[in-house]
């Protein structure tokens, strides 16, 4: 059998929730993948039709008239595959945003650069809890399409809302402090605001100082998918 990748158990999960059709597996690219595994969302239509051709997927066509299209639901070899794939050890936490990279640098370029970038951030984060809280209305109405799997669903909410929470309060925060800048470079000013900050932080610290520079956790050493 091909080797199934972690986009191929993301194209399966979804399918294993209801039939599907590669046209609205498509349109839940926004909706699902993009959040979730980013990887996927470009490689839906090829994944779905390797899946089919694996026996993981079973596709019947539909038709409306003279116009067809093919739905795909998940096969009991499917099924077994994501059963298989839940007891194995998970990819490494990481977070796909480009936003930091470019705060690393922020010296390199101007107020106005990063200002902007913030501020994107900001308004899209806004945007999202907009759409969270149309996703949280669609269940409080029983309209949405994963109606039946509530239970779970509100924890994956819960995720995601409490994220966009995060990072739009930590966009609000970081605007205000860069704001009150003169320039991009460093001083001694703004490296003692910097390291009060760092000690304010809610995270347990050792109960002795470090002599050495500490090493990334173990967990992150996994093999990534």
Do not use: H, K, M, P
């Given at each position: 059998m091909d080797r199934l990748t972690t986009t191929s158990y993301a194209v399966l999960a979804q399918v294993a929730v209801r039939p599907w059709s590669s046209y609205e597996l498509a349109q839940q690219r926004v909706r699902y993948f993009r959040y979730v595994w980013p990887r996927a969302e470009s490689a839906i239509y090829g994944e779905v039709k390797r899946l089919s051709s694996m026996g993981l997927l079973e596709g019947i066509k539909e038709y409306t008239g003279k116009r067809s299209r093919t739905v795909y639901s998940i096969t009991e070899a499917g099924k077994e595959a994501l059963r298989e794939w839940l007891g194995t050890p998970i990819s490494p936490f990481s977070m796909d945003f480009e936003a930091m990279l470019r705060l690393f640098v922020v010296p390199l370029g101007t107020k106005d650069d990063i200002m902007g970038t913030l501020k994107q951030v900001r308004a899209d984060t806004h945007e999202m809890l907009e759409f969270a809280g149309k996703v949280k209305q669609e269940?409080?109405?029983?309209?949405?399409?994963?109606?039946?799997?509530?239970?779970?669903?509100?924890?994956?909410?819960?995720?995601?809302?409490?994220?966009?929470?995060?990072?739009?309060?930590w966009a609000e925060r970081t605007l205000a402090e860069i704001e009150t800048w003169d320039d991009l470079l460093p001083s001694e000013e703004k490296n003692t605001r910097g390291l009060e900050k760092i000690r304010q932080l809610s995270v347990a610290t050792p109960d002795e100082s470090l002599k050495h520079i500490a090493n990334p956790p173990k967990s992150q050493m996994r093999t990534r998918s």
């Open positions: 269940f409080i109405d029983g309209i949405n399409v994963t109606q039946d799997q509530v239970y779970i669903r509100a924890l994956v909410v819960d995720f995601f809302i409490s994220l966009l929470n995060t990072v739009e309060a």
